[in-house]
C-alpha cells in the first residue's frame, strides 16, 4: 500500500485534473500555472514513491519529453490545443511506461467520444465556424481513470 505522502499528492492531482477539466470547458483554455504545477509536483511524488533519481526519475523525465515533442506535433497542425499539449507532458511525469500507454488508450477513446458529442453539438446548433474541443477533458479522464485504479485496486 502506498504510503499517505504519495495518496495526498495523488489526490491533489486529481483535483488539479479537475479544474484543468473545468478551466477547459469554461474557456477552452488550461492555465499555464496550472500544467506548471502538475509536473512540479511529481518530483515531490517521486520522492513519496522512492523513485531513484537515476535512472529511474531521468527515463520519466525522457519518456515526458518525447510525449510533449509527439504532442507538439498535433498542436502544430492544429489538432490540438497547446494547453493540452502541456497538460499530457505534465501528467506523464507521474507515469511509468505502461500506465501511460495505458493514459494514451483511455485518452484516445475518451477523446473519440467527446470529438463525436462535441460534433454533433456543434451540428445542431449552428454547423458554423470551426469546432473546439476541450481535449483537456480526455486527458483528465485518463489521469483520473488510473488515479482511480490505485484507490479501487489496492487489493488485487
Not at 99 to 128: D, N, P, Q
Not at 147 to 152: A, G, Q, V
Amino acid at each position: 500500500m502506498a504510503n499517505a505522502l504519495s495518496m495526498t499528492l495523488l489526490g491533489l492531482l486529481a483535483a488539479m485534473l479537475l479544474a484543468a477539466c473545468w478551466w477547459d470547458v469554461k474557456s477552452r483554455t488550461i492555465p499555464n500555472e496550472l500544467n506548471l504545477a502538475i509536473a512540479l509536483l511529481a518530483i515531490p511524488f517521486w520522492w513519496s514513491i522512492g523513485l531513484p533519481l537515476w535512472p529511474d526519475a531521468a527515463i520519466q523525465v525522457g519518456i515526458a519529453a518525447i510525449v510533449f515533442g509527439l504532442f507538439s506535433i498535433a498542436f502544430a497542425i492544429g489538432a490540438m490545443g497547446g494547453g493540452d499539449v502541456k497538460l499530457i507532458g505534465a501528467l506523464a511525469l507521474w507515469l511509468p511506461f505502461q500506465a501511460l500507454v495505458l493514459l494514451l488508450v483511455v485518452m484516445s477513446l475518451a477523446g473519440g467520444v467527446l470529438t463525436a458529442a462535441m460534433y454533433i453539438r456543434h451540428r445542431l446548433k449552428s454547423g458554423e465556424g470551426q469546432l473546439e474541443v476541450p481535449y483537456g477533458l480526455a486527458i483528465a479522464f485518463g489521469g483520473l481513470w488510473l488515479i482511480s485504479e490505485r484507490f479501487l485496486n489496492q487489493f488485487g
